[in-house]
């Protein structure tokens, strides 16, 4: 199965100048992922409908939304899209008084062929380091007390990550991140038009396979202010 995360930018490019959430949305079918974990996605208000179920249409039948602000009456936050039952959601607050409102949508996938529960947790971190230090400490604590030692645990989103201090303090949760493990360094995905900083991360725990998806420059460079990243996953055997 394959796994996609994106910070779509409240679905507008990345001059904040017109609206590309059609072409969005075809980007993402294209890749044809099984999970998708989407940050500064918009909720529903009044008659304006919310971008995840835009975004999922009729491709993932399960979908879940973690509110984590609201501004000018509009809401935004993460979301998951899945082609798998949603067993279980749960959004739970990251925010450090005084800064952006950030949370964690934790979400229990229901895996075909009896295969064990499949944990996924989708993370829009703060952008001071001190911020992501807390918020990090509350990851790993949130894993140690959701998600059981024997389940497979997928964690992607927007890290925000640029001094590259996440690793270090995600080791004792187990996790680890899918293309420093296969090239070393962890990909490029900011600014989307040219790729410098680290920011976007997939980590997982419990799995028996995860390898880096390529992903093309267009046309996802014209639609966010952050490159997508994908890895194809392999849960393990049960018996």
């Known amino acids: 199965m394959q796994v996609l995360t994106v910070n779509i930018h409240k679905g507008y490019d990345v001059f904040n100048t017109r609206s590309v959430l059609h072409d969005l949305r075809e980007a993402v079918r294209a890749m044809g992922s099984d999970v998708v974990f989407l940050q500064e996605v918009?909720?529903?208000?009044?008659?304006?409908?919310?971008?995840?179920e835009f975004l999922a249409?009729?491709?993932?039948?399960?979908?879940?939304?973690?509110?984590?602000a609201v501004a000018e009456g509009q809401d935004h936050g993460n979301a998951v899209l899945s082609r798998f039952p949603v067993l279980h959601s749960e959004?739970?607050?990251m925010s450090i008084p005084g800064a952006e409102p950030r949370g964690l949508l934790h979400c229990v996938l229901n895996m075909p062929f009896g295969q064990a529960h499949l944990h996924v947790m989708c993370v829009h971190l703060g952008l001071r380091a001190s911020h992501r230090r807390h918020q990090l400490a509350r990851l790993c604590e949130l894993v140690d007390r959701h998600v059981p030692a024997s389940a497979p645990l997928v964690v992607a989103g927007d890290f925000n990550d640029w001094r590259l201090h996440a690793d270090e303090l995600l080791k004792p949760s187990g996790?680890?991140?899918?293309f420093r493990q296969a090239h070393g360094q962890h990909a490029r995905s900011f600014p989307a038009s040219w790729?410098?900083?680290?920011l976007d991360r997939i980590y997982v725990r419990g799995l028996a396979r995860a390898v880096p998806v390529p992903m093309p420059r267009r046309p996802w460079a014209q639609l966010s202010d952050h490159a997508p990243l994908a890895a194809d996953i392999e849960l393990e055997r049960t018996s």
């Open 57 to 68: 249409d009729q491709i993932w039948p399960q979908h879940a939304y973690g509110r984590n």
């Open 91 to 93: 959004n739970h607050d």
């Open 42 to 52: 918009k909720g529903g208000s009044g008659s304006t409908a919310a971008q995840y």
């Open 175 to 178: 996790l680890r991140e899918v």
């Open 195 to 198: 790729p410098v900083l680290r």
